[in-house]
């Protein structure tokens, strides 16, 4: 199928609202990986730490259409102690993609990690690759390269190395 899947993992909603603007401008489904157990309070906060910090797969529900019957699947999560989070990492362990394109979301630092621990996890560059702060998104001004790289990807102006921003 010729078709592109958004997927999404947001701990505290920015993530969340870059997925959504994305899905909704181009049309495209949105699934969403979610934790099992709740990442409430200090304790919660400690977990995304400790994830991080020690490469774990918390486990995760996913709910949306089944994202091997799509070409390509553009991932959104946010950066985690200068890597992906880990929720993400479960999802992409737990699926066979091979046409992926990411989108981090951060404070400032940490995106050329996330990268490259999905091009480990999926054994090839992803098709694309595009870093927003999370002021970028909460003020709106990350919007425009937000939908550009969207109406790149759909376009397949340029299928492979497409990195609008690394960090
Ligand atoms: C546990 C934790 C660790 C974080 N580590 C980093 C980091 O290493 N680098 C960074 O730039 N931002 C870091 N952030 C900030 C988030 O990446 C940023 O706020 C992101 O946009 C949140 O996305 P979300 O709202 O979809 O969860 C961290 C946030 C949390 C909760």
Sequence with gaps: MDSILVVNYSYTGVSRRAAQLLASHQGWPLGIVEDIH??????GYLRCML???????????????????FRTVVLIAP????????????????????RVAVIVTMGSA?????????????GKAPLATLALTAR???????????????????????PTGMSAVTA
């Design 38 to 43: 709740p990442r409430a309070g200090t304790r």
């Design 51 to 69: 994830d991080s910090l020690l490469g774990r797969r918390p486990r995760v529900h996913y709910s949306g259409p089944r994202p091997e019957d």
């Design 79 to 98: 950066i985690w102690m200068y890597r992906l989070a880990g929720p993400m990492r479960s999802f992409l362990h737990a699926h066979r993609l091979r």
């Design 110 to 122: 940490g995106a050329s990690n996330a990268f490259a621990e999905v091009q480990h996890i999926i």
């Design 136 to 158: 970028e998104i909460q003020t709106g001004s990350g919007t425009a390269r937000l939908l550009a790289f969207g109406d790149q990807l759909r376009s397949r102006r340029a």
